[in-house]
């Protein structure tokens, strides 16, 4: 019999049963570790025995339970692995630091300038400015840039505020008239913003344009002895001219200036002629405005054409009162009558010598006398018209009638604009007649008839100048006949009482001395040649200076004699 060395049969059941135990433990201890490095995926784990790697999946359930060790059985076929999904595997090794996540970069945001591009003609003087907005805005600069030809140059700066946007103003200087220049803006970058250039804003300059309204372009019939008078509005402070033309050429009639509400009364001269004229305004260019002329303003007389006279003031309580009479109380013994008509009609004698000489300058030129219609009105005479005519006639004892100084004239001569009547207006003056202005065709009192002696004051013949100083001595403080002496002596060494008389700067009958009297300018003055053209006015004048200066005539004269002026 042999014997045969048998090797006992190991514990199925408890060794199988360890081994499975120990795999189970060392499965969840490498899925602890994989959890703690990487992501929850497919780990791998190496053991102490390099040939005996396993792959454990962990089961999120836990290890399966061990079989019953007191039943044998055959070793298990091992369980089918579930597939995972694929999983990017990340086998670990030794730990590593985590790389960090980069921030992501902002793009800078776009800017944009609206309002800003584009072109425009602006007036000399005036600063171009443009409104514009500026988007982001938060506190840029913004530079304003002329192209001076060859590069751009920045000459104004302005910072935007600090909101997403901001509108702001850019003010461009003036340049000279006619100038073309051209405008940029130029951003720089922020770091939240990028630079920028805009595009161009081209500016032409000019003058303003010099506006007028008012002024009519048409013809315009204007009566004899009236003017015509229109409101034109245009720009305060500007020079105007009005002008007439003169044949080819504008002439310069008078120049105003422009009141503050921009309102001008223009008025044209006085029609004293059948003449057609025309007028037109001429504004004066400054370095702002331009030159403005208007259209041509035809003027056209209409009804009675007459002359004018060289005075048709008025001689009312001048001249009139004498020899102690009262208006409408002269004794009639002390009139004349003329010699070509009724006795009843009576004037003050020296107008009556003059009326006979102005009536043979009539009766050559016309063929007949003068149509004496009315002259001297006794007080009564002048009530009982005043009932008849209570709208054409004076009041008692102020008509020129009273004095024996005025003469109403029929024949040809009461008719506007007639031959009879245009001849006495002509050359009434030269015998001491004239028509005075209440009588005018535009007066308040039309009478183309009445005629008044008003002596030196229309006809500045020596002696009558005389005679009127002799009664204007009496508005002043000196009268008296020896004042009256030396004031006579006076004036005939000086003037020789003419009131044309030149000698230098000093003219009419009292000498005066125009630039003392009127200014520098006084030969562009309407008052000195007022002046110079009525005796009446230089009396009046020579007197009130003869109190000014010396305080009576007498001492005027003593003056005179010692200086040779006075």
């Known amino acids: 019999m042999s014997s045969t060395l048998r090797t006992p049969a190991p514990d199925r059941g408890n060794s199988r049963s360890g081994r499975a135990l120990t795999a189970s433990l060392a499965g969840i201890l490498t899925a602890v570790l994989a959890f703690t490095v990487a992501p929850p995926a497919l780990a791998t784990d190496t053991g102490s ?26 070793s298990p076929a091992p369980a089918p692995t579930p597939t995972p999904t694929p999983t990017p595997t ?129 013809s315009t019939t204007v009566p004899y002895g009236r003017t015509s008078s229109r409101t034109v509005t245009t720009h305060p402070g500007r020079t105007v001219h009005v002008q007439r033309l003169n044949g080819s050429t504008w002439n310069t ?74 208006n409408g109380r002269i004794p009639t013994s002390t009139l004349c009558t003329p010699t070509w008509t009724p006795s ?8 009556n010598t003059a009326l006979a000489q102005l009536n043979a300058a009539y009766r050559k030129r016309f063929g007949t006398n003068l149509a004496v219609t009315s002259t001297y009105r006794t007080y009564d005479q002048q009530v009982a018209l005043k009932k008849q005519k209570p709208t054409l006639a004076a009041k008692p004892g102020t008509s020129n009638h009273g004095w024996g100084l005025a003469v109403d004239l ?95 700067q000093r003219r009419g009958i009292p000498q005066a001395d125009m630039v003392r009297a009127f200014g520098s300018s006084w030969t562009r003055s309407t008052t000195a040649t007022t002046f110079q053209q009525n005796p009446k006015a230089q009396i009046e004048w020579g007197l009130r200076d003869i109190t000014q200066r010396r305080g009576n005539a007498c001492a005027a004269l003593s003056t005179y004699r010692a200086k040779g002026t006075y």
């Open 90 to 218: 990340e086998v670990v090794g030794h730990a590593a630091t985590p790389t960090p996540t980069p921030t992501p970069t902002t793009t800078p945001a776009k800017t944009t300038v609206k309002g800003w591009s584009g072109s425009r003609t602006v007036p000399l003087d005036f600063a171009a400015g443009r409104r514009f907005t500026v988007t982001p805005a938060q506190g840029r600069t913004i530079n304003v840039q002329r192209f001076d030809g060859k590069a751009w140059k920045t000459i104004q700066t302005l910072r935007a505020g600090t909101g997403a946007s901001s509108e702001l103003v850019a003010r461009t200087p003036a340049s000279k008239i006619g100038a073309t220049t051209r405008y940029r803006l130029s951003l720089p970058a922020t770091p939240t913003a990028g630079a920028l250039t805009s595009g161009e804003w081209v500016v032409t300059y000019r003058k303003y344009v010099t506006t007028l309204s008012g002024w009519p372009g048409t």
């Open 49 to 74: 025995a390099p040939e005996a790697t396993e792959t454990v999946v962990p089961d999120p359930a836990g290890p399966a339970p061990a079989p019953e060790p007191s039943t044998p059985a055959a």
């Open 410 to 504: 029929g024949g040809g001569v009461q008719v506007w604009g007639s031959a009879q009547h245009n001849w006495m207006r002509a050359n009434a003056n030269n015998y001491g007649f004239f028509h005075p202005a209440w009588a005018q065709y535009d007066g308040s009192l039309p009478e183309p008839w009445h005629w008044e002696y008003a002596g030196a004051v229309a006809s500045g013949r020596a002696d009558q100048s005389k005679a009127l100083a002799m009664q204007l001595v009496r508005t002043q403080p000196w009268n008296s006949a020896n004042q009256r002496g030396c004031l006579s002596t006076l004036w005939q060494a000086t003037s020789g009482w003419s009131y044309t008389k030149a000698s230098g």
């Open 253 to 326: 009639q008078r120049t105003m200036t422009v009141p503050s509400d921009g309102k001008l009364v223009v008025t044209s001269p006085m029609v004293v002629n059948s003449k057609v004229h025309r007028y037109r305004l001429r504004i004066t260019a400054t370095r702002a405005y331009s030159e403005k002329i208007s259209a041509a303003w035809t003027i056209v007389p209409t009804g009675p054409v007459m002359p004018p006279q060289r005075y048709n003031g008025e001689v009312r309580d001048v001249v009139g009162a004498w020899g102690g009479l009262s």
């Open 344 to 351: 009843h009609h009576k004037m003050r004698c020296d107008a």
